[in-house]
């Protein structure tokens, strides 16, 4: 719908490029950032709650060219603080076949929601090349 459409023009947007690379360095970083973009942009805030599947997606995707050396589109695994309860949650979507550094990204792209996260992998585990 409508949403795609919208979000796929920010690709090239370089407030979307910079996010991309934070989120590449630091996934942690996803949920503080989208907050900052909703203070500052509340329509586009809008349209990342309508479908934080696409948006993160779309950031994982790539700036189209440059970094060519990283194979894949997720980045490198990175250290996060997770609570007890999130880790075992953690756990359960990796326990649903899904590769853990994976498993790890729902998480935290769908705002540490369990649920939101597992209808993510499995809406885009066919989704590969």
């Known amino acids: 719908g409508g949403n795609v459409d919208a979000l796929a023009g ?12 934070l989120v590449q360095q630091n996934p942690a970083l996803l949920q503080h ?13 809008q349209l990342i709650n309508n479908d934080p599947a696409n948006f993160l997606r779309i950031l994982q995707e790539g700036g189209g060219g440059g970094e060519e050396t990283r194979e894949g589109n997720l ?10 309860e999130e880790k ?17 990204e729902a ?20 989704e590969d090349d």
């Open 88 to 104: 075992e949650a953690i756990d359960r979507l990796e326990a649903l076949g899904f590769e853990r550094a994976l498993a790890i």
């Open 10 to 21: 920010l690709r090239n947007q370089p407030q979307l490029q910079q996010l991309r690379q």
């Open 75 to 84: 980045p490198p695994p990175q250290y996060v603080s997770v609570t007890q």
């Open 33 to 45: 950032l989208v907050q900052q973009i909703g203070a500052s942009n509340p329509q586009l805030l």
């Open 107 to 126: 998480f935290l792209a769908c705002e540490r929601n369990e649920e939101m996260a597992a209808n993510y992998l499995f809406d885009h585990a066919h």
